[in-house]
């Protein structure tokens, strides 16, 4: 059986999303508790414009969640760490024939970060699967979500710094990855950046997600993150990804047509250089959702993203609530494909 991605820009199904309750995305406060919660209910109702959200919620939290809620969000049950979707969750594929699979990589925890816990997360890409009648494609990769991006045709973007990552997969050469990654998604042609933005390569970070950096809003088309300001540390990072971006081919053999994309203006929050990114957004039937930071650069960004999107409303919600707990509106999300199979999940 031949399973493929299809490109994030194809018809879905539904949007799956993990509800937030506990450690550092929560919070220590009640105040800390409502923002979180505030941030992902309106990242859910602004895509349910477009089409239907499933949430995973633990069983002690359903009240919580449904306060919060518009009563058509989905609910399927079950054990959570975190809320991160995009990378706790399976990636959706399809066959010849249109059936639904669901590629459950091994999750543990960005890499074993001294931070996280995964004993449940680890557990969320069967759990999904089954809720979306999907057949498991088992993988014994350790990858997520938000540390690929691929174009639906055979091409898919990679980070040194996380596939190769001794504490993901050890001993692993980029020869053995392709060859998991065409076996689960279908990609038969990579292009490796060598590492992420600043802030990413942290201890808090996922040591160089490329949702951060590049999207493919279409076929040949790269929309890629830049720094422009060369006070910030990513104004270097960004000249290296743009170089080895230009260089490089689709699976067809064909240049990117490349649309930088401003990082935002505000360079740092307090605590360190922001990871802002406006390339962190997701894309909808019909929509686009995609991340603002009450920036002089929002109007002009989402400008680009709406030319990039043709055909597709861009809905911006505020997301540095997010960012402030390590990820963007593309991070907490996982669409599925719309094929023949339908998710249980239950209001």
Not at 25 to 36: C, R
Not at 312 to 325: E, G, I, K, P, S
Request: with cysteine.
């Amino acid at each position: 059986m031949t399973w493929r991605m299809p490109a994030e820009t194809d018809p879905h199904e539904r949007l799956w999303m993990a509800w937030p309750s506990g450690g550092y995305t929560l919070g220590d406060t009640d105040q800390d508790a409502q923002e979180a919660r505030s941030a992902w209910a309106a990242v859910a109702h602004a895509a349910l414009r477009y089409e239907p959200v499933t949430m995973v919620v633990r069983p002690e939290d359903r009240g919580i969640a449904k306060a919060y809620l518009d009563g058509r969000v989905g609910i399927v049950e079950a054990q959570l760490d975190d809320a991160w979707m995009r990378d706790i969750g399976p990636s959706f594929v399809t066959d010849d024939d249109g059936r639904l699979g669901a590629v459950c990589w091994v999750f543990n925890g960005w890499g074993q970060q001294s931070w996280a816990s995964w004993g449940h997360d680890a557990r969320i890409g069967r759990a999904v699967s089954d809720a979306a009648g999907a057949r498991r494609v088992p993988s014994r990769l350790v990858n997520e979500g938000g540390g690929f991006q691929t174009d639906g045709l055979g091409t898919v973007l990679l980070t040194e710094t996380v596939q190769l990552d001794p504490g993901r997969n050890p001993g692993a050469s980029k020869a053995d990855v392709e060859a998991e990654l065409e076996r689960t998604i279908g990609a038969r042609h990579a292009v490796w950046l060598p590492r992420g933005l600043t802030r990413d390569t942290k201890e808090f970070g996922t040591r160089g997600h490329v949702d951060l950096v590049a999207a493919i809003p279409s076929a040949d088309t790269l929309l890629v993150h830049v720094q422009y300001n060369p006070e910030h540390p990513d104004f270097e990072v960004s000249g290296e990804l743009l170089e080895v971006l230009r260089a490089s081919r689709t699976a067809a053999g064909k240049p990117w047509t490349i649309i930088e994309v401003p990082a935002p203006q505000q360079l740092h929050d307090g605590e360190d250089w922001v990871d802002w990114s406006y390339i962190n957004h997701v894309a909808l039937n019909g929509g686009l959702v995609a991340c603002s930071f009450n920036d002089a650069h929002d109007e002009k960004a989402l400008r680009i993203l709406a030319d990039a999107y043709r055909g597709r409303h861009v809905v911006a919600v505020d997301a540095r609530t997010l960012f402030a707990r390590g990820g963007g509106i593309h991070c907490i999300t996982q669409q599925q494909p719309r094929s023949g199979s339908g998710p249980l999940g239950r209001n």
